[in-house]
């Protein structure tokens, strides 16, 4: 497929047949063409749809690497989704001269001074450290001609918005903003319409295909037997799996028990520092760990191949928490299953939820060291 512009970003074509894309997918053909005029432009799909690419190949396209400044500037919430940006980043400029850098909060403050001297032209970072460098006049973000907010319904809102709006204001007003996320309420369109004009807005929903690819099942037990489930089911043939908890001190408690027990955990959250975090994303992914217990803000943007199951050990809020946790597996083509852990009171919130988005969910038990389903 030829998803070339000119000549001067050949590198990117190179790039998409290395990688063996055989095509774009939904979001990215509504938003590449969207974004290269230059507009603004809001774009919610599914987790795994390709949103990153839709973004970052028009915003590619309009850097001159002649010009040593910076010229594309990612915001994201949180540290792992900068690195992961950032990874993409130098990916798909492989063959270039396009230079790139990450600014997180928790690193070395110095260092990232040093990287900023050799001019990147394309900066992924966390709001507060990237605000930080604008006001310290060490990032100089005049010559940015796309402002991406990756992620934004965890960027705007009421902590970050100050920040946000900080940055929004050094970076020239008549360059484009894209806005994108697996979800997009009405307080972040609310937020955009109040500071970018002749925004356009694109939805895609998750194809039947893709909802196909995931079984819906649910496990009914005790409230104290949660942590003892959810060992059990990290012991399953082939689980590779990620199980979401409400809040931190959950999931350092329930780490703490599983690993008492000899179980291979990683723990993610928002108050781990940088090498934390870092040391969790490196045991799940080198499958040292074959279990993630993470909170959701934790876990925004992350995307990890052949997860098998997500694990609600506490239960979604809602229909868009259940489906953004849910779409961590079955990516890629691949089929996965999402498992809720409810006690009888969690079970009718749960079958709500499931009637809302339209899902089949299924009961399901652990008998013999395997997961069956009582259709089996």
Known sequence: MDILRNETTAFIQQNWETSGFTGLTDIQHQMIPEARKGGALIAEAPTGTGKTLGYLIPALER?????????????????????????????????????????????????????????????????????????????KVHEVSTLVYDEADQLFVPDH??????????????????????????????????????????????????????????????????VKTLSKLSYLESFYGIAFLSDSFQVDQVHSKLQHDGNQTASLHGDKGKQGREKAMRAFRQRDARLLLTTDVASRGLDVKGVTHVIHFDLANDQRQYM????????????????????????????????EAALTLRRAELKYGELHTWSD
């Open 161 to 226: 918005l100050d920040t946000i709006d900080q940055i929004n204001k050094a970076v020239p007003g008549k360059e484009q903003r894209i806005i994108c996320s697996a979800t997009i309420p009405e307080r972040v369109v609310s937020f955009a319409d109040e500071r970018f004009s002749n925004i356009k807005t694109i939805r895609v929903e998750a194809s039947s295909k893709d909802l196909q690819r995931v079984s819906h099942l649910y496990l009914l037990v005790e409230k104290r037997d949660k």
């Open 324 to 355: 953004h946790r849910s779409g961590r597996t079955a990516r890629a083509g691949e089929s996965g299953i999402s498992l809720s852990i409810v006690t009888k009171g969690e079970l009718q919130r749960l079958e709500q939820i499931a009637e």
């Open 63 to 139: 850097i001159d690497e002649e010009r040593p400044q910076t010229q594309v500037l990612i915001i994201v919430p949180g540290k792992e989704l900068a690195m992961q940006v950032h990874e993409e980043v130098q990916k798909w400029t492989v063959g270039s001269s396009i230079r790139a850098a990450v600014m997180i909060g928790g690193a070395n403050v110095k260092r990232q001074y040093e990287k900023l001297k050799k001019k990147p032209h394309v900066i992924t970072g966390t709001p507060g450290r990237v605000n930080e460098l604008i006001k310290d006049k060490k990032l």
